[in-house]
């Protein structure tokens, strides 16, 4: 039987309660193929309070030698604050992110018919919708120089040729697997950074001649999104407008409570987490939604832990619960935390 490493960041608010779930969920869809061995560790707040920072070397290290790392979410009011020298949970997120070198950021976002109903976009906008976005995550304005004096501050975009190449190369090989399209969006009219990015992209696509690629600047992207998202299929993007177009796009599926994503690098350990925030306001209440989480070790167990079967069978478990008419509140029913959880583990069995 394979033997499988998983690093467990719960992390803050909402966190440990729908990673608690999805750990019954995987447990459940797995039974012991691959046996997973999970330890649990504090990244985010919950480690600022115990450490002073909210990522350690030492939980870096376990995440360097793991087979995978799934996170709940971090941050929280507690921890909000503009000075710039104190800890912020998402430091942590942030130093993961770059010390794993996961600069390959995939947020697919399909639908299940049974939520048509449920997203603020009309059913025939929406109906068919199947894309992916592929956002760059470990370079651009996230960690270009940045600077401020008591009346300026400034961020920097940098992107060098390799880091948009070995982005877009993820792009292109998705969409391979897919429906062969790529949309490469940019701000080319504006920013010398997406001129570099558009130049790269294209030289690329020679060695990709059975995908299509079309270029769109980032404010008509969002417009399109929304008015016919069932035309898009892999986008690839840099990581400031991947972090903005995604959000966005998680509202086609009615809420973001639902959206999952998985962190790749050139090897090694891939993160999983949902897109969701922490949401404070209702952490510790037993009503987040599970599903995201629960999708997001789906991915896991397909990219990093060789068992496409047990993925599948999540998201299947996943569609028959939606299927079903069970509803968290975020998709305006009344199912808590349990009541997902055991619908799904009951689509499971
Ligand atoms: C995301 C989040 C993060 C980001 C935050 C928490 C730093 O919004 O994963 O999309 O901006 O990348
Ligand atoms: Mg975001």
Known sequence: MAQKSVVLMPGDGIGPEVVGATVEVVEAATAGDPAITWSEVLMGGCSIDVHGTALTDEVLAECRAADAVLLGAVGGPKWDTTDPDAPRPEQGLLGLRAGLGLFANLRPVKPPPALYGASPLREER???????????????????????????????????RDEVERLARRGFEAARGRRAKVTSVD???????????????????????????????????????????????????????????????????????????????????GLYEPVHGSAPDIAGQGIANPIATCLSAAMMLRYSLDAPGAAARIDDAVAATLDAGVRPRDLGGDADTRAVTDAILGALA
């Open 126 to 160: 929406i109906a068919g919708t199947d894309l992916l976005v592929v956002r760059e995550l470990t370079g651009g304005i996230y960690f270009g120089e940045r600077g401020r004096t008591d009346d300026s501050a400034y961020d920097t975009c940098p992107y060098s």
């Open 187 to 269: 701000k080319a009219n504006v920013l010398e950074t997406s001129r570099l990015w558009r130049e790269v992209v294209s030289g690329l696509a020679a060695e990709y001649p059975e995908v299509e690629l079309e270029h769109m600047l980032v404010d008509n992207a969002a417009m399109q999104l929304v008015s016919r998202p069932a035309d898009f299929d892999v986008i690839v993007t840099e990581n400031l407008f991947g972090d903005i177009l995604s959000d966005e796009a998680a509202m086609i599926t009615g809420s973001i409570g639902m959206l999952p994503s998985a962190s790749l690098g050139a090897a090694g350990a």
